[in-house]
């Protein structure tokens, strides 16, 4: 079956530009994550939903992101007047919550380039 | 809070040499314990996953992983690598009583290169 799908691959802004971001999980998954992998700062959480439920939004590094899941399905990330330090690539995964052994599917990721 | 460290940041071998990548974890819970890669131009990808049981778990690709509690370590191993197996590779852990939240905490990696 289809696996995460992410949009657009790859973006290059402006500073002080807004980008959306946008992931598409597997189908039938509940559960929605955002990372972000920055040059050698590894990978980092950022952001979590499942289903109706609040998002925990406890890793987001600043009030300029934010991202919302619409319907249960697709998500966006938009970043608001965007810097040079949100230069990193935008993960997404989705997961079957609920499951004893919940594991993460990752979509290929956006390329952002903040000049 | 919980860190995951990866002891080798790159690691040069040739086809059929045998590879150990480290990784261990800072958690005082029961946690979930994973390897991903990412091969060049590609998404990652779970290698193996532990949750319970049997601590030598098999993974994809003639992979595997040992989970000692008592060390906090969670080290893949394959006995012999091949051309192909040049990657990243991604350690990463998650708290079983984190809620619903089952967030990664990562490593940083260990680029892998496997020379013919």
């Known amino acids: 079956g289809a696996g995460v799908s992410q949009s657009p691959s790859n973006k290059v802004t402006e500073k002080g530009k807004d980008v959306e971001l946008r992931c598409d999980p597997i189908s039938g998954h509940t559960a929605l994550y955002w990372y972000r992998q920055s040059l050698g700062q590894g990978l980092e959480f950022l952001i979590y939903f499942q289903g109706n439920s609040a998002p925990d939004k406890s890793g987001l590094p600043s009030d300029r992101f934010s991202a919302e899941r619409t319907g249960g399905s697709v998500s966006t990330l938009t970043i608001q007047r965007t810097q040079q330090e949100d230069s990193a690539v935008y993960l997404c995964a989705s997961s079957r919550a609920g499951t004893s052994e919940e594991t993460q599917y990752f979509g290929p990721g956006t390329r952002l380039l903040v000049l | 809070a919980q860190s995951v460290s990866q002891h080798n940041h790159h690691v040069i071998l040739s086809e059929a040499a045998s590879l150990e990548l480290g990784c261990n974890y800072s958690?005082?819970?029961?946690?979930?314990l994973f390897w991903y890669v990412q091969y060049p131009g590609q998404h990652l990808q779970l290698l193996l996953k532990y949750f319970s049981g049997d601590p030598l778990v098999k993974g994809i690709k003639g992979f595997e992983a040992e989970f000692i509690k008592s060390k906090f370590s969670f080290n893949l191993r394959k006995p012999s690598v091949q051309w192909s197996d040049t990657a990243e590779y991604f350690c990463?852990?998650?708290?079983?009583?984190?809620?619903?939240?089952?967030?990664?905490?990562w490593g940083l990696g260990t680029s892998l290169a496997v020379n013919p």
């Open positions: 990463a852990v998650n708290a079983t009583n984190a809620g619903n939240n089952r967030k990664l905490i």
């Open positions: 958690y005082g819970g029961t946690v979930n």
